[in-house]
């Protein structure tokens, strides 16, 4: 089993913001992402179509023997990782928009989130913001519309940057001195953010929390892969591969890419 690969999947090019942590922390694991872009974005869909969108992206990770299944989008995780633990026997982890730590380290005592509306209207988020932020001003944002411009590559449109400034202006009229990405495509829309933002609010996301969850529950169930060669690392979208090649390019001389239905 060792061998076998760490599955991950996301509505599109998001989560590979959290492979590229799970790779860099453990650099000899074989891995499979599923990129859905046929179906992004998640966030505006009923539960009922995540969970089913999640079951069938499951199913295909497990077909190709996946150790652990990497929920790499928060919508996915908030909306359907319950259904998806109760139905398969693998590890799950999930990503979750790291309010704990930012209401933790909040000076202000007012934070921001962006996420989908997914997210924002799970009942494991609002239990989550319930538990870690009583005392917390929270601003949350839907970040309507920028998971189709970061699918379709426009990192650094003048489209995402005016989406952005629409978005953060409730959160700087109410002082946050935390924002939180709580999807994880956002993590490639930091460079807008920095230039966006007062130098003194800190932007938090939550792929480096999830890569080191990654290994502890690996290694707590003894599936750590035990070989140091060159290990197997295969894409696999049902849609255009434009973007992910573009957004993988460091790694491209050592990943496989391919697109298909699923
Ligand atoms: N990457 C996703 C997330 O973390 C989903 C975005 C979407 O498909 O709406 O929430």
Redesign the pocket.
């Known amino acids: 089993m060792n061998n076998n690969p760490i599955g991950l999947f996301?509505?599109?090019v998001?989560?590979t913001s959290i492979w590229k942590e799970i790779h860099q922390l453990l650099p000899y694991e074989n891995t499979i992402y599923l990129a859905d872009s046929l179906n992004?974005?998640?966030?505006?869909k009923s539960k009922e179509e995540i969970i089913s969108l999640s079951i069938k992206n499951t199913e295909l990770l497990l077909e190709k023997g996946c150790k652990i299944i990497v929920v790499?989008?928060?919508?996915?995780?908030t909306n359907a990782i319950t259904v998806l633990r109760g139905r398969f026997r693998v590890p799950f982890i999930g990503?979750e928009p790291a309010i704990k730590p930012a209401a933790l380290q909040s000076k202000s005592k007012s934070i921001g989130i962006l996420?989908?509306k997914?997210?924002l209207n799970s009942e494991l988020f609002s239990l989550a913001t319930k538990e870690f932020t009583k005392d917390i001003m929270i601003t949350e944002v839907i970040g309507e519309g920028l998971?189709p411009l970061i699918e379709k590559g426009a990192l650094l449109s003048s489209e995402i940057s005016s989406l952005l400034e629409k978005f953060l202006k409730p959160m700087l009229e109410n002082n946050i001195d935390h924002l939180v990405l709580?999807?994880?495509?956002y993590p490639y829309l930091i460079p807008q953010l920095v230039k966006l933002l007062p130098n003194n609010i800190k932007i938090i996301d939550s792929g480096e929390a999830v890569a080191k969850q990654t290994k502890s529950i690996l290694l707590e169930n003894n599936l750590l892969r035990e070989a140091s060669n060159q290990p197997i690392i295969q894409f696999i979208t049902n849609s255009s591969d434009i973007t992910l090649k573009h957004l993988l390019k460091k790694y491209l001389e050592k990943v496989d890419i391919e697109t298909r239905k699923f």
């Open positions: 996301d509505s599109g998001g989560g992004a974005p998640y966030g505006n790499a989008c928060n919508t996915a995780t990503i996420a989908t997914g997210t998971v709580g999807c994880s495509h």
